[in-house]
């Protein structure tokens, strides 16, 4: 079904609305339990509108692409954004507690749960197109346990590696200054609590691209670009985008920074958690017949 570039971006459009309303109403409902700041609402809901137009472009392209039942798709799109928006939260509680204190974050993650479902649902429900009758979703492959342990790990510490390396190189070069001097109530945290932001954050990542993994019947090289890019689109464009209160300086150094710790995480985590099989071997049926991977 061919979807005419008008008509793309006014589903995108579309999307952006139910987005920046769903993160309004939460903002709102966190505000009236004293979780949270209520600042400049209407340029906050133009920001969030923005944000909102990011994810219905580029989730929209990912949805056009993906296949299986409905509910699979909304599962998917769900997972990438709310695991994208905690780990978000998380950080900001982190580093920028004046902009997003701590007691926000356990009520915030329910709030922001709905958001990613009301949107991924209208994503869904937008862009999606019927699969290809010749071609089947991928399978889980029939690793063991420890490979499927192994291979989780070494996407968590993919992140964790790039997290602190990339950090330290933008800490050194451009954002040293902005931490030292607390601009817009940012912080340096403890090491300990940089570290378990850090794990908690690689923990989140693999988890929040496998359901997209098993959704797209695309080759690996596909499927690593999409995972990658969603991570970063949602956990780097979308957030610094809103975040208003930060210097533009800061802003961009953070968006490079954020670019080279979750766009190889996602890379790593699809080529080690993913489907191995081409796209053009996929299993049409339960009983076709493919050679599982079995090997660590």
């Known amino acids: ?19 920046a309303t769903a993160r309004s109403i939460a903002r709102v409902v966190a505000v009236a339990y ?20 990011l994810v219905g472009l580029s989730l929209g392209i990912t949805a056009r692409l993906l296949g299986g039942p409905m509910g699979r798709r909304v599962a998917a799109l769900t997972s990438v954004i ?10 900001g509680a982190a580093f920028a507690p004046a902009l997003q204190p701590p007691a926000t974050v356990p009520p915030g993650a329910a709030l922001q749960l709905t958001v990613a479902f009301l949107t991924a649902f209208t994503i869904t429900r937008l862009f999606a197109t019927p699969p ?28 964790v590696v790039l997290y602190f390396v990339a950090g330290a190189v933008n800490y050194t070069l451009v954002t040293g200054p902005f931490y030292e001097s607390h601009v817009s109530g940012l912080v340096v945290p403890a090491p300990e609590i940089v570290l378990g932001v850090a794990v908690l954050e690689g923990m ?37 985008l809103v975040t208003s209160a930060l210097p533009i300086g800061l802003r961009v150094a953070s968006l490079v920074e954020i670019f080279f710790q979750k766009f190889p995480t996602g890379v790593v985590s699809a080529l080690l958690l993913g489907p191995t099989a081409a796209p053009g071997t996929l299993r049409l049926t339960s009983t076709a017949a493919l050679d599982p991977e079995t090997s660590l």
């Open 34 to 53: 004293g979780e949270a700041p209520l600042d400049q609402p209407i340029l906050t809901y133009a920001l969030e509108l923005a944000a909102g137009i």
């Open 82 to 91: 709310f695991l994208s928006l905690l780990a978000v939260m998380i950080e």
């Open 132 to 159: 290809p009758l010749t071609r089947a979703l991928p399978e889980l492959p029939r690793r063991t346990r420890v490979s499927w342990l192994w291979r989780y790990i070494a996407s968590a510490l993919t992140y």
């Open 204 to 240: 989140f990542f693999p988890l929040a691209v496998l359901p997209l993994l098993y959704a797209l019947p695309r080759s690996r090289r596909e499927r690593a670009v999409i995972a990658g890019s969603a991570l970063f689109v949602l956990g780097g464009l979308v957030p610094l």
């Open 1 to 19: 079904m061919r979807v005419t570039l008008a008509a793309f971006l006014l589903r995108a459009a579309t999307v952006a609305v139910v987005y």
